[in-house]
């Protein structure tokens, strides 16, 4: 049973246009969520993070929407740059998963020039 | 530069081989967790140990063993390789169970093929 899902398992974006990746989770206890981008042969790295507690968090061109009612977050990157072609994988924690990571399948953006 | 390090960084095995990843980090971080990462699947957690001493169960433990030597080092052991265990295999630390809004710092990971 997959509490963390990315349904979209691909993404491409124009260079300078805005990317959105989606994910969902069914586990109601989860309470931490987290962004990751990986790069291949590299280990992934954290983007970003939202507590439950809030329904969202900007860090430079990332932003985190969390939608707690609907399950949903999302990650918008505003505006992409090649650069930030990579595997995105979003993350939960909390509950009986308190200190361990329960990641979505991940999604493949690519950023054109 | 400080991190994780795992090792190898690429492994073939035969079916019914066994083989231990190294990993080890420098920050002294007290958790450690083993990852394999599959197409389709994203990341699942094999084990982990939230401080010296102590190790558990992860979502996928089935054929692994796991010992965490002191506060620096979690290997990983495979006793027979079995081709369902052809992955990629990441070491992620932590500096608290629970504490810091940081994240996890992850290894480069250990591609194993079993063939």
């Known amino acids: 049973d997959q509490q963390v899902k990315q349904n979209s398992p691909s993404l491409s974006v124009q260079e300078g246009r805005i990317s959105i990746l989606n994910c969902d989770y069914t586990n109601s206890m989860f309470d931490y969520f987290l962004w990751y981008k990986k790069y291949p042969a590299e280990g992934p790295t954290f983007l970003i993070s939202i507590s439950s507690i809030k329904d969202k968090n900007e860090d430079g061109r990332f932003t985190v929407f969390l939608n707690k009612s609907a399950k949903h977050l999302s990650l918008h990157i505003v505006p992409s740059q090649p650069g930030d072609s990579a595997v995105y994988f979003c993350a939960a924690s909390g509950g009986t998963s308190y200190g361990k990571l329960t990641f979505g399948q991940g999604t493949i953006l690519t950023v054109h020039p | 530069n400080a991190g994780v390090t795992q090792t190898p960084k690429f492994q073939v095995l035969k079916t019914g081989q066994s083989m231990t990843l190294q990993c080890a980090q420098d920050?002294?971080?007290?958790?450690m967790y083993w990852y394999r990462q599959d197409p389709g699947m994203g990341l699942r957690l094999i084990y982990y140990?939230?401080?010296?001493?102590?190790?558990d169960k992860g979502e996928v433990p089935n054929g692994y063993n796991v010992s965490r030597l002191n506060k620096r080092e979690f290997s990983l052991r495979l006793e027979s390789a079995a081709p369902s265990q052809t992955s990629v295999y990441f070491c992620?630390?932590?500096?608290?169970?629970?504490?810091?809004?940081?994240?996890?710092?992850f290894g480069s990971g250990t591609r194993l093929t079993v063939v």
């Open positions: 920050m002294n971080h007290n958790s």
């Open positions: 140990s939230a401080s010296e001493g102590t190790t």
């Open positions: 992620a630390s932590r500096e608290q169970p629970g504490q810091g809004k940081d994240g996890y710092t």
